[in-house]
């Protein structure tokens, strides 16, 4: 008899490695670039870049189990978008900001954090399995590129970003990352 496949939403959620983690983390973050696309249609930029980043998202999430599917190509284009809102919100992102303001930028600081999960999830498959630096870059980069994006969605609608000072680590200078 035949399995029934409308019973199994993942063919591979039993297995013990990591890589299942960073698969469903990268999913998770895959949905997130769309929610975030759906709220900035009428922001050419962000929203091109966002349709272009959520198919990466899905390479970024089969490069470690399949064939390696990011490139350098890939990865300097991630990093002339980062430097493209960085120019666009410099002054905005030299403290450490809450992550707030419309509901375009919190749903890509939802982006952000989810790219984050995605780095830890790659290291923990790094533990157990050999795992490309340029996954490691591009992961890094890609939850970077959301935080600058968000600044800069604020930027564009005119919410102004509140500064976050926190009580148990000294002030410092932001580093142009999340």
């Not at 959520?54 to 002339?80: C, F, W």
């Not at 790094?126 to 939850?143: C, G, K, N, R, T």
Request: proline letters at 3%; one cysteine or more; a neutral charge.
């Amino acid at each position: 008899m035949k399995k029934d496949l409308r019973f199994l939403c993942y063919p591979f959620m039993r297995e013990a490695a990591s890589t299942v983690d960073f698969e469903i983390r990268t999913d998770s973050l895959t949905t997130r670039i769309g929610q975030a696309a759906s709220l900035v249609a009428d922001m050419e930029v962000v929203y091109a870049d966002l349709q272009y980043l959520q198919p990466m998202a899905y390479h970024l999430n089969g490069s470690v189990r399949g064939k390696l599917a990011i490139t350098e190509a890939d990865l300097n284009r991630l990093s002339d978008m980062y430097d493209f809102y960085c120019e666009k919100v410099h002054d905005k992102i030299q403290s450490f900001v809450l992550p707030q303001g419309t509901e375009a930028a919190c749903a890509l600081h939802v982006c952000r954090s989810e790219a984050k999960k995605s780095v830890r999830a790659l290291h923990k498959v790094s533990l157990e399995q050999e795992v490309p630096q340029i996954l490691f870059d591009y992961s890094h980069l890609l939850a970077n590129v959301f935080f600058v994006m968000a600044v800069y969605v604020n930027d564009q609608t005119g919410v102004e970003e509140i500064p976050f000072v926190s009580k148990s680590y000294p002030e410092r200078k932001r580093r142009k990352n999340a």
